[in-house]
T-cell receptor, first 113, second 110 residues
């Protein structure tokens, strides 16, 4: 089946620093990648959709200057949380789609101290 | 906006029992997907449904795309301890975005 990886699986950082999370589709080309955020015991909340080579489309209420998304190739998308604060602590999950259903990565647990 | 109502919210069943959960929507979808999420992991695709009325199985799992295109159910037969997790339904209409249900937490007593 389709495999999506994320790196790192967890990260702890100090308030004010920036953190980059990578999402890769390992065995297929992802024309579209998605970034979600999930709070404990809640469903997934879509943050943004990105197509290879073009700017990401952000959902309402998601600050594009804070959550920078780059989808430079058909197998790689990155999410950078800039100037992270404790309220940005969350579980971030990416997914990738290559024409079929979305396949999800294993998630990245971000903790901002 | 589009919303999915997923029920039940949680289930605590005996090992070996069958499980049924469903999602309903006020809007129609062209695709229904069912995912399972284990703690600290990303969702894993279980079944994808693309046609109204479609009934699809994946091992002990069976899911159906409702004929009205506004609902879907997932059944798990003869549950085992590793079925424990959160099950999410998701609907997709045309474009890329998925609309997720709130999830069904499944616990299994062995």
């Amino acid at each position: 089946g389709a495999v999506v990886s994320q790196h790192p699986s967890w990260v702890i950082c100090k308030s004010g620093t920036s953190v980059k999370i990578e999402c890769r589709s390992l065995d297929f080309q992802a024309t579209t990648m998605f970034w979600y955020r999930q709070f404990p015991k809640q469903s997934l909340m879509l943050m943004a959709t990105s197509n290879e080579g073009s700017k990401a489309t952000y959902e309402q209420g998601v600050e594009k200057d804070k959550f920078l998304i780059n989808h430079a190739s058909l197998t790689l998308s990155t999410l950078t949380v800039t100037s992270a604060h404790p309220e940005d602590s969350s579980f971030y999950i990416c997914s990738a789609r290559g024409g079929g259903p979305q396949f999800f990565g294993p998630g990245t647990r971000l903790t901002v101290l | 906006g589009q919303q999915l109502n997923q029920s039940p919210q949680s289930m605590f069943i005996q090992e070996g029992e069958d499980v049924s959960m469903n999602c309903t929507s006020s809007s129609i979808f062209n695709t229904w997907l069912w995912y399972k999420q284990d703690p600290g992991e990303g969702p894993v695709l279980l079944i994808a449904l693309y046609k109204a009325g479609e009934l699809t199985s994946n091992g002990r799992l069976t899911a159906q795309f409702g004929i009205t295109r506004k609902d879907s159910f997932l059944n798990i037969s003869a549950s085992i301890p590793s079925d424990v997790g959160i099950y999410f339904c998701a609907g997709q209409l045309g474009g890329n975005k998925l609309v997720f249900g709130a999830g069904t937490i499944l616990r299994v007593k062995s």
